[in-house]
Every structure is written in C-alpha cells, then in structure tokens.
C-alpha cells in the first residue's frame, strides 16, 4: 500500500535524490495516525478475505459486497466508507482498478441497502452541561489529581478542543492576556497541515470554574515551565515528564461523570467538545462563533449540536395548554 513503490529505484544520482525525497513528502502527507488506521483496516480485509479463502489484490466486487455485508451489524456506515477507500487505494496503488467504488453498482447497491436496513444514525455521546461541570468540578480530590483533571474538564470544555488537541498542549502555547489565556494549535486533526489556529480562553464568571485559574493551579501545582501540560499522574502524586495519551481524557471524563452519579457509558472525552457547542448555542452564541472556538469546518456538524441542544427552546407543543 504504499505510494512510493512506482517510484524510480535506479538512474541518477539526482533521480535517486528526488525519489527519497518524494517519499518523504508522500510519507508526510498523512498524519501517522491515518496511516495506522489505513494499514489495520487493509490488515483486516486481508485477513477476512484469507479465512473465507478469497483474493484480497486483486479483489473482485463481490468479494467487496460480501465483506460489507459481514461487518453490517457490528460497524458504523462511517467505517464501513473508511474501509472501501482504504481497500480503493491499495488497489489504485497496485495498479489496479478499485473494486470497492460506488461505480461498482453491486458494492454502492449493498452499501445503499445496509444504509436502508441499519440506518446511518451514529450513538453519540452525551455532551455535558454547564451545572454537570460545575458538580463535576466540586466533587474533584483535593490533589494534583484533581487539579489536573479540573484543569482538563475546564479547559476542554471552554476550548471545545478534540481529545487529540488537548494532550498535544505544551506549555509554550499558551500565552497569559489580560482577558484570559490565548492557546494556540499547531496542528489539528483538521488542519494536517500545520497552519496552527489561535483559540481564546476568558476568565470564568467563579473562579472556582474558572479555566484559566484552573490552568494557573494545575502548572504551579505541578511545576511546569515546558513541555506537555496534561501529564500522567501516579497513585502518589507523581507526576510524569509524558503527555496524557488521547484516550485518557475519556477516562477523566468518565471518572468525574461516575463521581456525581451520572451514567459513565454515556460520557466521553468528545462530551467537553460537544457540550461547548450545544450549551453555547443554548446562551445565544452564533454558529460563526462556536465554529471559531471549535475549530469546526462544517456548518452542519455543527448544527447537530444546535438542534440536540434547542430541543425543548420555543417548542411548540409547549404552547398547546396540555
């Protein structure tokens, strides 16, 4: 699967410059976390394909339709598209023609009918209220721990940053202002890139929910002057020199949710992203604005959000004298 292999391995010593850096720039194309995914899910038609003793490369269509139809019930439409682009690609670059396109009328067929069937409707999580953070924050430990999390919940719910943004944070990207703090994103998993965006956080109405007190503590707290700002804590307080994996803002999302009675299950890191969104809505903030907090690309995405959180706003059942 990759791209590079057409490249020219013989030739001149100039050809053979240009090809290694050509690869370099290949290889950077896609952030390493989308080169994982691809190479597991080509890992996964793979080694589905060899059980029922199928061809994987070339595949043909129905060989396609059937894999479909065998993660139907267990997969999101999303990864079932993931998984026919990932299966395109290693074709295209093999240098054959892709089986698994929409072209192909009986893969878009299956793919139209387990839409049809399942439906497209993703289990989102829950996003988190304002009061829900506010008891979140009131029933932290009093310890770095707790300073850290209140620091996690706080920050990423007034940012409304990704889990991966979050534990990308080093101190050197925020800045103190007057009207708060101005944290900035090198990268983003949409901005690949690097171009970098700059998002505000304004000092809380209580400073006891307050992100940027919050964000104060934690780095005094934990005697930071450099380097990654959410770090692991041990049972004894230590903390570590390395960031906070991704996931592990789902479980300090989770843990905080449990400690005041709330159904964990329905609660993750995305809860903070996604509770900015509807709750800001809910307080009349613009979608442009939320869109420039967030950081979101898409009008509609966002606009999920909005609706969820307007359900019950100028219903007009409630207008009917029941």
Request: hydrophobic residues 40%; positive net charge; charged residues 25%.
């Amino acid at each position: 699967m990759e791209d590079a292999a057409a490249l020219p391995i013989s030739g001149t010593a100039e050809l053979a410059r240009l090809a290694c850096e050509t690869r370099h720039f290949l290889a950077a194309a896609k952030a390493e976390s989308t080169r994982r995914a691809y190479r597991s899910d080509w890992e996964h038609f793979e080694s589905w394909c060899r059980a029922h003793g199928l061809q994987p490369l070339p595949a043909a269509a129905e060989t396609v339709a059937l894999y479909l139809t065998g993660l139907a019930s267990s997969h999101r439409p999303g990864t079932l598209r993931r998984r026919l682009t990932v299966i395109s690609h290693a074709h295209r670059t093999a240098g054959h023609p892709s089986p698994a396109t929409m072209q192909q009328v009986l893969v878009g067929e299956t793919l139209k009918g387990i839409r049809r069937t399942l439906g497209t409707a993703q289990s989102r999580k829950r996003p988190l209220r304002t009061e829900e953070i506010r008891a979140m924050i009131q029933a932290l430990p009093e310890n770095r721990q707790g300073l850290r999390d209140r620091a996690v919940l706080l920050i990423g719910f007034a940012g409304g940053f990704r889990r991966s943004e979050l534990t990308a944070l080093v101190v050197e990207d925020v800045a103190a202002d007057r009207q708060g703090l101005v944290v900035t994103l090198r990268r983003s998993k949409t901005d690949q890139e690097g171009q970098g965006r700059q998002v505000a956080l304004p000092y809380g109405s209580h400073p006891e929910t307050c992100p940027v007190r919050a964000y104060q503590s934690w780095v005094q707290a934990a005697g930071l002057e450099s380097g990654p700002i959410f770090r692991e804590v041990d049972r004894h307080g230590r903390i570590e020199t390395r960031a906070l994996h991704k996931d592990s803002i789902g479980l300090v999302v989770k843990r905080a949710a449990a400690r005041i009675g709330l159904d964990a299950a329905q609660y993750a890191g995305h809860s903070l992203r996604a509770g900015l969104a509807t709750e800001a809505s809910r307080n009349g903030a613009s979608e442009l604005a939320i869109m420039r907090q967030t950081g979101h690309r898409s009008v509609q995405t966002v606009r999920k959000y909005i609706r969820e959180g307007s359900l019950f706003r100028d219903n007009p059942a409630a207008k009917l004298g029941l």
